[in-house]
């Protein structure tokens, strides 16, 4: 009944992703919580990517939704589809399912879907945004966020004025990071 009840919200906002939670995602979801209600898509990869495990992924989206005490706005629903990485493509295709699950909103991040260096920054968020009639949902922009060395905290791109001390956070990133056994930059991160 709980599910059913925030699946009829209004204000009903998607967001994907594979990963676990880090600091950004965080900061995102505890953001976008404050006014409307979320669902957040675990993207299971159907071509069994041995770097990502859905179920490690659901479980700490768990964990943190507990942590956080928001788990009477939140579901979370695994969803099995490939990961093309197709960047701008694929995050429309992420939209297109949050609007068949209800939503009317969906949160695309700096990055969305991307394969190392190959789409720009902004290009998903900006493909999306331009056909956001056609994809019949709100498109909203994460906010980007950015961990400030000066700062020594996770901000979002433009609440922060040190413009050279940031480093975007990403999952890529944070498992760069752990490759090279940078722990203590890696614990700022996490």
Do not use: W
């Not at 331009?130 to 961990?147: D, H, R, T």
Request: aromatic share 10%; with cysteine.
């Amino acid at each position: 009944k709980k599910k059913i009840n925030i699946y009829n919200k209004k204000n009903l906002v998607g967001f994907a992703t594979r990963n676990i939670p880090h600091r950004g995602h965080e900061k995102i979801i505890l953001k976008f919580i404050k006014n409307r209600n979320m669902l957040i898509h675990i993207m299971e990869d159907a071509s069994n990517n041995k770097k990502i495990n859905s179920n490690i992924t659901l479980n700490a989206y768990k964990k943190f939704i507990e942590k956080n005490k928001i788990k009477k706005n939140v579901i979370l629903k695994k969803i099995t589809a490939p990961s093309f990485l197709l960047g701008s493509r694929q995050a429309a295709l992420h939209a297109l399912i949050a609007k068949n699950l209800k939503c009317k909103y969906f949160i695309i991040g700096r990055d969305h879907s991307g394969y190392k260096n190959f789409y720009g920054e902004f290009e998903s968020y900006e493909f999306c945004k331009k056909n956001e009639k056609k994809l019949g949902i709100k498109i909203i922009e994460s906010g980007s966020p950015q961990f400030c060395i000066k700062c020594n905290k996770v901000v979002f791109r433009n609440e922060c004025k040190c413009k050279k001390s940031s480093y975007d956070i990403s999952s890529t990133l944070i498992r760069s990071m752990k490759k090279t056994s940078d722990k203590k930059k890696l614990t700022n991160f996490l």
